[in-house]
């Protein structure tokens, strides 16, 4: 009974729910059958510790252009290059420093629909546009840690960061001013109440064609969706097994943060389903990963795991995706097709 109650939740019209956000509770069990799946093909590796010619360290952001050239920040070797759509490298955007259009340990990045790039870098946000050419900066003035960075259509940039005193993971600047926070973060719980592990109650952000705001929560399991200007529509969660709880090892005077399996990307496709990706760690390794897809109500169609870990930041048009393999140091495109 139980099960059919939710069930008859599950599949009601979100015309039913008036303004009130909609609530969408998915059971482990996907909608669509096993005939349905994801399909993940590797068209292009840049990079590789068997290269010579280009190589990437161990933290890597990136982010793509409208003209599938790939941009790639590089926290470890404080680096930003712009490859072609084959992999070919074009060359370094700004330079290291602390001047115009320079930057200092560069991370999350997004490109906007002219191409401008945002990067985020030691407490600023770095502007170049699509020659690479540097064109302003603002400070974050967030003392949290971004995990997530979108230009949105209307000029404002959006970032996945925790701020303490509001409480809120969603940051909106506008004419490069701090102008709107939203989206409350997870409540803090036994060893997820370390202040110094706040960037934990973060997630990462996806913008649908239409400008909603799709945001996913590291752990526990939740998406929300958000329409243009911050109001919350859609919270949408998933009974599993393999979200965890962050864990924290304090051994006297030092404190140890161990990875935990939960998301790390959401994506919202041309026909409004949504993919989230949530990374899976064994004794603190990464040992899988698991895609959720969704349909635009939030319903759960299909849950494929993967034997590997695989952290996509950005999707293009073609429906490509693109990820650093940190086992390897090299950035990877990825065909997906769902079918």
């Known amino acids: 009974m139980k099960g059919l109650l939710f069930a008859s939740l599950l599949f009601l019209p979100i015309s039913a729910f008036a303004a009130d956000p909609v609530v969408v509770r998915n059971f482990d069990q996907p909608a669509w059958d096993q005939t349905h799946g994801i399909e993940l093909a ?17 933290n890597v952001h990136l982010a793509v252009d409208s003209k599938g050239q790939i941009i790639a920040s590089d926290f470890t070797q404080n680096l930003i290059r712009r490859f072609g759509s084959d992999g070919t490298l074009i060359g370094p955007i700004g330079r290291s420093g602390d001047g115009p259009g320079e930057y200092r340990f560069p991370s999350v990045m997004a490109v906007d629909s002219k191409d401008n790039l945002y990067v985020s870098a030691s407490r600023r946000f770095v502007v170049f546009d699509a020659a690479g050419a540097y064109v302003s900066e603002f400070r ?36 490069r001013k701090h102008s709107q926070h939203f989206c409350e973060a997870a409540k803090p719980e036994g060893q ?4 110094v592990g706040s960037w934990g109650l973060g997630g990462y952000i996806a913008i649908g064609a239409d400008g909603m705001i799709y945001f996913t929560q590291m752990t526990p399991y939740e998406i929300r969706k958000f329409s243009p200007s911050g109001d919350l529509v859609m919270q949408v969660f998933r009974e599993n097994n393999f979200v965890t709880a962050p864990l924290i090892e304090r051994k006297g005077s030092s404190t140890t943060y161990h990875p935990w399996s939960g998301s790390q990307a959401i994506f919202v496709l041309p026909d409004g389903k949504f993919l989230n990706v949530v990374g899976l760690f064994d004794s603190n390794k990464p040992s899988g990963t698991i895609l959720d897809l969704f349909d635009v109500e939030g319903h759960l169609l299909l849950s494929q795991r993967l034997d590997h870990f695989f952290d996509p930041e950005c999707l293009d048009a073609s429906g490509n995706l693109y990820s650093f393999d940190s086992a390897d140091l090299a950035v990877v495109r990825t065909r997906m097709t769902i079918h």
């Open 192 to 195: 997820h109440a370390d202040p």
């Open 42 to 58: 590797e068209d292009l590796r840049i990079g590789g510790k068997d290269q010579d010619d280009i190589i990437f360290g161990t």
């Open 140 to 175: 974050d003035e967030t003392e949290g840690h971004p995990l997530s960075l979108r230009a949105l259509s209307d000029g404002s940039v959006l970032v996945a960061e925790y701020d303490r005193p509001s409480r809120t993971v969603l940051q909106r600047y506008i004419a």
